[in-house]
Each structure stands twice: as C-alpha cells, then as structure tokens.
C-alpha cells in the first residue's frame, strides 16, 4: 500500500444521534480486521475547550484517555471497537481550535494580518487532522464530524475537510454521509426527502458524499435506492442500508454484509488485503442476544437519569457479561 495516508471523511444528517460515531467505530474495525492500520477522530463543533466541565445531561459521559485528555464519549466506542488506545489528539473541539488561533495572533505570529475563518481556523483544523501521523505511519484515519449538516457552528469545519480532498488529492479522501429514512407508519411509506435536503445542503458546502448510509427500521426498496442514487448522485451501490440492530455489536456485520468496506478499500485502491475475520463479533453478537444467565447490579449515581452518563462503567459491566455469556441487566439509583 502506498505511504500515502487516506482520509474517511463522517458528516451527519437530518437530526443529531443518528448513529455516526457506531458507523465510525464499525469501519474503523472492519479495516483494522483485514491488517490495515487505522486511526479515529472526533471533530466537535462546540466552543467548550472539552467536555470536562459540562454537566453529563448536557453531553453524557466524559471519556478519559491514556493521556489524560477528557473527551467525546464517541472515544469510548471506537477504543472498544477497534482495540486501540487513543489520545487527546482524537478530540478536536471548536474551543480549542479558536484558542490557539486567538493565541498566536496574541503572540504576534501572524505579523498583524487580518485573522479569519477561511484560512486560519480551517487551516488549524486541517493541522489538527494531520498531526494524527506526525508521529506514526496510519494508513487509514476515520474522521467523525459532530453535529448536523447544516448546523452554523459547524460549518468551519465542514469547509476545513473539503480543503482536505484539495490538499491531500482526490484519490486520497473519502466522504460518507449518515442520515435518516423515516418510515411513516400511517402510509407504510419510507421518505427520502430528508436524506434529500440533508445532501443538498452538504453539496451547497461543497462536498458530494461517496457513501450515503442511510439508517432505517426496514429494508430499504429498490426503487427508495433508486430515488437516493438519482436526486443525491449517488452511485446505487453506494446506497447503504443499516437497519436499527438490537445491539450495537452487530453493525460491523452488517455494515460488511453491505459491503460498505469494500466500497471504501476499492477507491482507495488498496489491494492484497485479507478477507475479515468476524467470527469475534459473531460470538460477541450471539452471547449479547442469546445470554444463558442473567445477573443484576446496580449502578449508583448522581446522573443516573441519563443512559450515556456512565457509558464507560456500563459498557464495561456488559463485556464483563458478554465474556460469561451472561446478561448484565443494570439497575440505575439515584444517589440522592
């Protein structure tokens, strides 16, 4: 495989929650299954430097990494998924990108010029993206970009991954694009046109997506295909459907049954790759949806209202199930 590095570009659509970071987390795996080597990050739009001081209600958890970073909790589920350990390079927020910007113009190193968004703060992103291979040689790295298309705080960033295609080439960056088909239960209708206003507002940013996953409650129909594939410019095989699975666990296997990672190895033009072994998450899967014993703990806390408060503690209760083959069900009590 060539030096080069490649960039997998995740924007989202439609509304926030949609699922981006499990897609993320899920190619990141598929990749690193078939030897190659992979790198994840998370760009959040916000202006908070990161979530260590906001209230979990507001964000859910606060993932720690190695290093000391507090970060998304998006963190947590690509460590698990892909088994890497990540720094506080992963994280990338709004905050801290006008931070160091507003910092050097302090310190007189952009010599008096005008300081503005296009090319400072993009450029800073870009920086940001980069200096995940300054120090190793990553064939891969999955870029998550928080937030919903069309939000004004996260337009900097959207513009930033454009210039990536320009700066990197075109054969080197990939862009996919999560969004929702709601299924309209009164018609039995699957709707396209919020994966239709989501995309044209991503291409009046100036990115046409590769890859649309769509997530849905059903398969989607040859003809909804059709219709993506024709008002999104989308190839029809570039169409993904990921159905909403009963344990996040599965969606590596589904999102390889779609072959989405072939899609994604076949532009990159990566070759002499080997077939991925998902025997893992098959039994993963399995023992989640087939347990032979239930055990019951409960977790105390002051945020227990909210399920992402303690993701870390509660993922790490399920594995411990998941290893057993035993489910975890998890009473939460307010410490009050």
């Keep these: ?28 795996q598929l990749l690193k299954s078939q030897g190659i080597s992979v790198s994840l990050q998370k760009l959040d739009p916000y202006l908070n430097v990161d979530p260590g001081t906001m209230s979990p209600y507001q964000h859910g958890e606060v993932f720690v990494t190695r290093d000391g970073g507090e970060t998304d909790l998006d963190l947590g589920h690509y460590e698990r998924f892909v088994d890497v350990e990540l720094t506080r390079a992963s994280n990338v927020t709004a905050g801290q990108i006008y931070s160091e910007v507003i910092a050097k113009e302090r310190r007189g190193e952009f ?29 891969v790295v999955v870029v998550e970009v928080g937030g919903t298309v069309g939000d004004i705080e996260g337009q900097p960033f959207i513009e930033a991954i454009r210039q990536m295609r320009k700066d990197v080439g075109r054969d080197n960056v990939f862009y996919i694009h999560v969004t929702l088909l709601p299924d309209i ?34 398969n989607i129909p040859k003809n909804v295909r059709d219709k993506i594939s024709l008002f999104c410019n989308v190839d029809f095989k570039n169409v993904i459907e990921t159905i909403d699975v009963k344990t996040i666990y ?7 049954k779609e072959k989405l990672d072939n899609r994604v190895l076949s532009y990159f033009n990566i070759k002499n790759r080997k077939e991925p072994n998902l025997a893992k998450w098959k039994k993963i899967t399995s023992n989640v949806l087939s347990p032979k014993k ?17 993701k870390s503690l509660d993922e790490a209760l399920a594995h411990g199930g998941i290893s057993n083959n035993l489910k975890v069900n998890l009473t939460r009590i307010d410490s009050e």
């Design 294 to 310: 239930n055990v019951n703990i409960g977790i105390i806390g002051k945020y227990v209202n909210l399920k992402d408060a303690y």
């Design 185 to 218: 239960r009164a018609t039995g209708e699957i709707k396209t046109k919020p994966t239709q206003h989501s995309v044209k507002e991503l291409r009046s940013l100036g990115i046409q997506p590769d890859i649309i996953i769509c997530r849905t409650e059903k």
């Design 1 to 28: 495989m060539s030096t080069q590095t490649k960039y997998i570009f995740v924007t989202g659509g439609v509304i926030s929650g949609i699922g981006k970071g499990i897609s993320v987390a899920s190619i990141g």
């Design 111 to 139: 010599l008096g010029g005008t300081i503005q968004i296009v090319p400072h703060v993009t450029d800073a992103i870009k920086e940001r993206i980069k200096a995940l291979t300054s120090d190793q040689e990553i064939d």
């Design 250 to 256: 599965e969606a590596p296997i589904s999102f390889h």
